[in-house]
């Protein structure tokens, strides 16, 4: 089991997209997503922590793991995700990789420090979570 966990975990979880390389693993706080390959877990976290520094300032909110709600890491994750498959041209039809998803991206960009950040930051804060279920 790998200790490096996904930048982009809430997205697996959800099961709204995959990875090859995530496996679940259940710890203390609940479920969360390990990534087996050190590359592509080094990959995703630069990639995260581009869309952090652009997207937090048009949330007002900081960097801060204090006071950042939960729900503005999910919007990122989802957000960008979902900005960038749409980017590419790539239908929405099905689950995508995410590894293969970021692949695909920076080659078509020239590597991952050219992929159209700020030209995601309207995805992302227009994102809308999913309400969740309650139990009866």
């Given at each position: 089991?790998?200790?490096?966990?996904?930048?982009?975990?809430?997205?697996?979880?959800?099961?709204?997209?995959?990875?090859?390389?995530?496996?679940?693993?259940?710890?203390?706080?609940?479920?969360?997503?390990?990534?087996?390959?050190?590359?592509?877990?080094?990959?995703?976290?630069?990639?995260?922590?581009?869309?952090?520094?652009?997207?937090?300032?048009?949330?007002?909110?900081?960097d801060d793991l204090t006071?950042?709600?939960?729900?503005?890491?999910?919007?990122?994750?989802?957000?960008?995700?979902?900005?960038?498959?749409?980017?590419?041209?790539?239908?929405?039809?099905?689950?995508?990789?995410?590894?293969?998803?970021?692949?695909?991206?920076?080659?078509?960009?020239?590597?991952?420090?050219?992929?159209?950040?700020?030209?995601?930051?309207?995805?992302?804060?227009?994102?809308?979570?999913?309400?969740?279920?309650?139990?009866?």
């Open positions: 089991m790998s200790d490096n966990r996904c930048a982009f975990s809430s997205p697996l979880i959800a099961e709204q997209y995959a990875c090859h390389f995530g496996e679940q693993v259940v710890r203390r706080g609940g479920t969360e997503v390990a990534c087996c390959d050190p590359a592509a877990c080094s990959r995703c976290e630069a990639v995260f922590e581009w869309l952090k520094q652009v997207s937090l300032p048009a949330f007002g909110v900081e006071s950042m709600p939960h729900s503005v890491i999910q919007k990122i994750q989802f957000g960008s995700l979902n900005g960038l498959q749409n980017q590419l041209g790539i239908e929405p039809a099905e689950r995508v990789d995410i590894d293969q998803l970021l692949n695909h991206a920076a080659e078509q960009y020239g590597g991952i420090d050219s992929l159209p950040y700020t030209g995601l930051v309207d995805t992302i804060t227009a994102y809308q979570l999913k309400r969740r279920q309650h139990r009866r």
